[in-house]
């Protein structure tokens, strides 16, 4: 296996395949200078843009400013694997976890969610590459079934068009020697192209008046009493309302990093597959798939029918986001080998782009809210790495949050209850290097790697 996995990898670039693309818009002018606004977001992902957008289409004469370090789509919005769904808590089950009160609003509220996510690509003519095949969620394992089951159970519980596929039936959809079942989604779910969504949207938020700075970062924040004055190395901006959409990067208050921790997630693409590979490999539905091992891989298709394989969790120390591990070939030599494990029938194909960037963690494994200044300021993350469609979500709530929390779903559990904190160096990195071995080889060799992934949980993180 090693040697057909280096083979594959043997000419990969290293970087994110969604940001290998002309499309990719020129970045607009760092601020230079003191400006006022209603509302400045911090942060040009999907959070922050989604964030644009609505303020803009709730109250045309708000006058928004968008900041952002980089460039729009080039933090984790341009590394994801782009697969979309009803859900804003990632996943029905650890939904059902964290907030079995509010479990059948959070599903209606995440149905809306999808709806608007969707009239938004289709009413602006957003080219992102969206299909709507739904999502799958497979066992591997004979012991993964019976909880397939009930997820299946908790699916039709909630409203949603569902079906369970068995074995027989997976193989149809998609030919892999691994898959023993399946739960299919069918309705409201798909993949885009991320990096072509985030560019759309920050059309779409300069169409309706926002006014966005690129390669502005946040320096420091000063409360003014009224008012918050954000400073840049060559400006400033002074708002009664900040909104930080600033994911794993975790900027604009030092506490926000007790919440989140900065895992990385690692991705690789294949080269376009040919009519007889994609004939070998079924997929006509194109669905986006989740699988059920304990370090999970999940996949999907792109225009041009490459696969998109990502999975395999890695943290460094002090939350390095870019460590040159992730640069070097033989880092995803195991990512491959689960491909080639998933489709042996593609043994020869080969890999074009490999890439790894962090993604915010936290126990809640879905988005929260932290407050500053009095109210003034909020944060807005903790997606663990389910944001793409999310996000939106997540957007609207903190903006209503700014507004003084108006809307009843603000009221929620959700919204007003943090996520459990997380220990600090060096016992995050101690813990996390003995997670992300467990997570490697618990389904292998089992042994004390199983309790310890059940202790894991037990504190907060849903990982077994």
Known sequence: MQTITKKALADVKMGSFWLDNPAKPGAHPPLTSRRTADLLIVGGGFTGLWAAIQARQANPDLAVILIEKDTVANGASGRPGGVVSTSVMHGLH????????????????GQDNMHGFMKTIEDHNIDCHAEWGGELTVAIEESHVEGLHEEHQ?????????????????QKEIRSPRYKA???????AGTVHPALLAWGLKRVAI????????????????DNGAKVTVTTPHGAVTAPKVLLATNAFAAGNDRIKKRIIAVRDRIIATEPLSAAQMEAVGWSHRQGVYDTRTQLNYMRLTKDNRIIFGGRLAYAYGGEAFPQVDRLHDTYDSLAG??????????????????SGPIDLSTRMAVHFQRYHGGKVVYAGGYSGFGVSAARFGARIALDILDGSKLPESKLEFATVLPKTIPPEPFRWLGAQITMYALDTADKKGGWRKPWLKLVSAMGFPIS
Do not use: C
């Open 182 to 188: 399946a739960v299919w989604s069918k309705d409201s």
């Open 338 to 355: 689960a491909f080639f494990e998933t489709f042996p029938q593609l043994e020869g194909v080969r890999f074009t782009h490999a890439w």
């Open 207 to 222: 169409e309706l008046g926002v006014e966005i700075f690129e390669e502005t970062p946040l320096v420091s924040v000063e």
């Open 94 to 109: 650890n939904a059902v976890r964290i907030f079995p009160n509010d479990i059948a609003e959070l599903e209606r509220l």
């Open 154 to 170: 908790l699916h039709l519980k909630y409203g949603h068009n569902a079906v369970f596929l068995d074995e027989a039936t997976i």
